[in-house]
């Protein structure tokens, strides 16, 4: 059985992504790592290696001693926290991504996996099902490492034949672990509100239309696509996923369905500008013809989970 190893696998998605993975090929075969010494329960039930993926010779030791085939690389800075630090994010972001990429151009490693994100697209761009290919001039500084990470995922399966798979991923919500630092956690940041009963203020405002997923769509995805029949990858920048797209307003709606007194506020700040750049919605129509893609959490159903599972305790 092959060993996989998920680089940032404390954070949003990496914590379900391993739990996932490890329900599939077994608890001893997924490596578990970030740059921080393990803070999930979820992730101790099998190996974890405190790992920086800026860190060469840590990288190739950890990948050695397990006998690693494929790697999941998710060490990133989001978009709002990568605005307040553009060159270290530009650092971690493409660094990271260059390491992992040249164990697989060296033989060591078979397969990657490295999320890109909606954050390429940027104002230019057609706002309402934005297509696989289209204008893409990103003005963050996360959409435009995202989409060099894109250009060179490419670079790499073409000139050396690298097997490099990846999806652009829309908002994701989930209540296993925070989200971390990006323009769509109000998405998830909400349910803590209306869990707590306290107001919500939200930081963008109520009419901006983003695509987002719930995660267990994008755990099924990410492993579907890394399953899939090298035949069947026809894309090897990154795949457009859709998901469901929704406004602030939408979402406090549906919320109030359930929780009637539930109250927002909406105050803009720095994060409005950022997802006034990004698409409303995204055409998946590629992802869904190569390698059989499809969503099953609308956002009824989406705010039910949430609403049942946040923890507020502690
Ligand atoms: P996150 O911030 O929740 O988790 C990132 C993890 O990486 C953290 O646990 C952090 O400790 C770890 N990390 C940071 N620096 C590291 C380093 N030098 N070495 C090793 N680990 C390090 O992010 P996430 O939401 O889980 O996102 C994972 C990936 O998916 C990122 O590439 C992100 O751009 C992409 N993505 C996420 C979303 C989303 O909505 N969550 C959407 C689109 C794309
Ligand atoms: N959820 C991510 C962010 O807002 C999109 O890549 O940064």
């Not at 992504?17 to 101790?44: C, E, H, M, N």
């Not at 690389?73 to 978009?79: E, M, N, P």
């Amino acid at each position: 059985m092959k060993k996989i190893l998920v680089v940032g696998a404390s954070g949003q998605i990496g914590t379900e992504l391993v739990i996932g993975l490890r329900k599939r090929f077994g608890k001893d075969q997924v490596i578990a790592s970030d740059i921080a010494p393990a803070t999930q329960d979820k992730l101790a039930n099998g190996p974890y290696e405190e790992l920086d993926i800026l860190d060469n010779d840590k990288l190739s030791e950890v990948v050695n001693k397990h006998k690693i085939e494929e790697v999941y690389l998710l060490a990133a800075l989001l978009s709002a926290t990568a605005e307040k630090n553009p060159g270290f994010a530009w650092k971690l972001n493409m660094d990271g991504l260059f390491n992992v990429l040249n164990l697989a151009k060296e033989g060591v490693i078979k397969k990657i996996f490295w999320p890109s994100s909606i954050a390429v697209f940027g104002p230019t761009t057609p706002k309402e099902n934005t297509p696989q290919l289209t204008i893409m001039e990103p003005s963050t500084v996360y959409g435009i490492s995202k989409l060099a990470g894109e250009r060179w995922c490419e670079y790499y399966a073409k000139q050396y034949n690298v097997d490099v798979r990846s999806i652009r991923y829309p908002g994701l919500i989930s209540y296993t672990s925070l989200p971390g630092g990006g323009t769509t956690d109000y998405a998830v940041d909400i349910f803590y509100s209306a869990k707590r009963g306290e107001k919500y203020n939200c930081f963008l405002s109520k009419d901006t239309p983003l695509p987002m997923m719930y995660m267990e769509d994008a755990i099924n995805a990410t492993i579907n696509l890394m399953e899939s029949p090298i035949d069947s990858i026809k894309i090897r920048s990154s795949y457009n996923l859709g998901g469901i797209s929704f406004t602030p307003e939408q979402i406090y709606n549906e919320i109030r369905k359930t929780n009637p007194d539930f109250e927002i506020e909406y105050q803009p700040d720095f994060r409005q500008k950022i997802a006034d750049s990004w698409p409303g919605s995204i055409d998946d129509s590629d992802a869904k013809n190569d390698w059989g893609w499809k969503g099953e959490f609308d956002l009824g159903k989406t705010c039910q989970i949430m609403l049942e599972n946040v923890s507020v305790e502690g």
